[in-house]
T-cell receptor
Framework: DSGVTQTPKHLITATGQRVTLRCSPR?????VYWYQQSLDQGLQFLIH???????AKGNILERFSAQQFPDLHSELNLSSLELGDSALYFC??????????????FGPGTRLTVL | AQSVTQLDSQVPVFEEAPVELRCNYS??????LFWYVQYPNQGLQLLLK??????LVKGINGFEAEFNKSQTSFHLRKPSVHISDTAEYFC?????????????FGKGTMLLVSP
């Protein structure tokens, strides 16, 4: 158990819909990262937040957005869903700025199925 | 930009045999290197990492990896595998271009250990 929690575990929805994925980082971690894992694209970095502020963006679609709240949990919002958005979405956290800052600890993921 | 190539998508091996999973990276600046393991239906778990210092890095579960700067490689090895090592293994890199904050993953290598 990495200490990173993600809800829900599974999500099934229809094309055109909007969903929200939630992540709680490990206690004390200030950074949250979102990744998408799909069969054709592999594991891709989406976005990084540090203490509430966006720090880096990867291959994140404009239909996707994220935020990190004052209690450090993060949400990834996916809208106008397409079949191709079906994937496993991982959240990771790290204690950037102190100690073992380069290790990212991954949550169990949310499996999104778009029908 | 940085990239990671995992040369084998699948590596079948018999139990108690040695194994090497290959990883090559591309980056114009100094990097940190990681190996993560993903067991079926689970998130990613850090096996080991190279930040600096000794080029031979030991990780959990008897795995080790060697950083070779001239060959831009970071191959993962285990002298004797177990059935329980069956999983997908991901090599990842982060560099100073991203403030060492984002990970770029390879496509993964599925290690299949049979009796």
């Amino acid at each position: 158990d990495s200490g990173v929690t993600q809800t829900p575990k599974h999500l099934i929805t229809a094309t055109g819909q909007r969903v929200t994925l939630r992540c709680s980082p490990r206690s004390g971690d200030l950074s949250v990262y979102w990744y998408q894992q799909s069969l054709d694209q592999g594991l891709q970095f989406l976005i990084h937040y540090y203490n509430g502020e966006e720090r880096a963006k990867g291959n994140i679609l404009e239909r996707f957005s994220a935020q990190q709240f004052p209690d450090l949990h993060s949400e990834l919002n996916l809208s106008s869903l397409e079949l191709g958005d079906s994937a496993l979405y991982f959240c990771a956290s790290s204690q950037v700025g102190a100690g073992d800052l380069t290790t990212q600890y991954f949550g169990p993921g949310t499996r999104l199925t778009v029908l | 930009a940085q990239s990671v190539t995992q040369l084998d998508s699948q590596v079948p091996v018999f139990e108690e045999a040695p194994v090497e999973l290959r990883c090559n990276y591309s980056s114009s600046v100094s990097v940190y290197l990681f190996w993560y393991v993903q067991y079926p239906n689970q998130g990613l778990q850090l096996l080991l990492k190279y930040l600096s210092g000794s080029t031979l890095v030991k990780g959990i579960n008897g795995f080790e990896a060697e950083f070779n700067k001239s060959q831009t490689s970071f191959h993962l090895r285990k002298p004797s595998v177990h059935i329980s090592d069956t999983a997908e293994y991901f090599c990842a890199v982060s560099s100073m271009n991203s403030g060492y904050s984002t990970l770029t993953f390879g496509k993964g290598t599925m290690l299949l250990v049979s009796p």
